[in-house]
């Protein structure tokens, strides 16, 4: 993981990271299905998204802002627009009610809670390419006792039955 996170500054910091980010915008990405009398590959179109949701579930609100910010800037390097990024303002507490004894003694319990902060971040007019470059670099710097959940709005052509002048 270190040699990763050391290549990866190095990128960003030198003047190869725009030639490289370049690559990896393409349109279109081959198939890798094939038929066996068929050596050309077939080029596919590249998905498209109109927004993409991360919601990050964590224990410590500071390892999440600095993680929030990381993904912020990650984006930046790849010109994906940045859209809303926000925390909900108080923590979801969890609370459970356990018996000090397992046997007698009803009245004396004792309580956990265990507090979950949530934090949101919404990116804007993706290729699946890049998203899947963006998700794989931010996926594996995932600080521990953060949970990463990634909700995608794809963007699809109007069925042939319903466009107009169709009947």
Known sequence: MFKFLDVSRRLAASSLWSNHAARLLSTEVSSTASTPSQNASVPVPDKLYSRVELQM????PEVMKSYAYFAKTAAEHLDIEVGK?????????DRLTLLKSVHIYKKHRVQYEIRNYYR?????KLTGSTLD????YVERNLPEGVALKVTRVELQALPEHLRPGAV
């Open 85 to 93: 990024h926000w925390a909900l303002r108080k923590a979801v507490k």
């Open 57 to 60: 579930k964590g224990i410590d």
């Open 133 to 136: 470059t963006f998700l794989e």
């Open 120 to 124: 949101f971040m919404h990116f804007h």
